[in-house]
Nanobody, 126 residues
Framework: QVQLVESGGGLVQAGGSLRLSCAAS????????MGWFRQAPGKEREFVAA????????YYADSVKGRFTVSRDNAKNTLYLQMNSLKPEDTAMYYC???????????????????WGQGTQVTVSS
């Protein structure tokens, strides 16, 4: 089992920044990547960003490219999402997830992730 705990969400004005964290614990040795997803009320959960755990290759949704940066600290087993130039449409519950069979072609697909956190709310006011 893997446990994921997100933190860092909050209320911010448009144009502002937030940094989300996701601490992983448990049986984390066999996972090969982690990702961030978000879900706004009435909408499906969508991919935001992902990173491979060993090489640190990163992938982003087009809507956040150039504004968000995903990173990880292997020693701390922690995933981060630095969010800059936030927009009201970024408002959502943000979830981190991890899996052991992620690949370049599947990292944006929420169905390949095995474990999920409880989420942290991000609200961007206009």
């Amino acid at each position: 089992q893997v446990q994921l705990v997100e933190s860092g969400g909050g209320l911010v004005q448009a144009g502002g920044s937030l940094r989300l964290s996701c601490a992983a614990s448990g049986r984390t040795s066999n996972r090969n990547g982690m990702g961030w997803f978000r879900q706004a009320p009435g909408k499906e959960r969508e991919f935001v960003a992902a990173i491979t755990w060993i090489l640190g290759d990163t992938y982003y949704a087009d809507s956040v490219k150039g504004r968000f940066t995903v990173s990880r600290d292997n020693a701390k087993n922690t995933l981060y999402l630095q969010m800059n130039s936030l927009k009201p449409e970024d408002t959502a519950m943000y979830y981190c997830a991890t899996g052991s069979s992620l690949s370049i072609t599947t990292m944006s697909n929420r169905r390949v992730y095995d474990y999920w956190g409880q989420g942290t709310q991000v609200t961007v006011s206009s």
